[in-house]
């Protein structure tokens, strides 16, 4: 993924008001980024607990989605939709996004079960397990990457579609 500015993510929302997109607040440590090991960019709002961002490059161009996080947590531990790795140490919450157009305009959502911390790109990097000793670990890996990302960008296809 190209490195984002802050000003480029605010112009690339989509489905949020602009009174929304005015509170958005980035990390601290938003400028140490190395955005070059990412499919997508997700952070959580430190003043607003349960509203996160993420941002994903297609087209050449970036889409940033305003999430909103369930109050509640799951009852048991829960696979992320976009890295399913299994043996990941923080839990998968669901997020909730309004859809483009007149959907979102009526109210109509999208829900996904996403890392909390929205470290996927991290745990999709992870070696396979040693079971995979004598296959190409790196291939395997790599095809992690590339399932992880294809997901994401079903997931904001599904967002921005227009389609009843």
Known sequence: MRTPTQKQILSAFRG????????????????????????????????????????????????????????AKPRRRAMCSWCRDVDITEDALLYTVRRAGARGRKGDTLGILVCEDFNCPKHARKLPPAYHKGTDVDAIREQQVADMERRVQTFVSEVLSTQE
Do not use: C, H, Q
């Not at 997109?21 to 960019?41: G, L």
């Open 16 to 71: 949020a008001t602009k009174s929304e997109i005015s509170k958005v607040t980035f990390p601290s440590d938003f400028a140490d980024i190395d955005f070059s090991r990412r499919e997508f960019y997700g952070w959580r709002d430190a003043k607003m607990p349960r509203r996160a961002y993420v941002v994903v490059e297609r087209d050449d161009e970036f889409v940033a989605l305003l999430l909103n996080r369930s109050e």
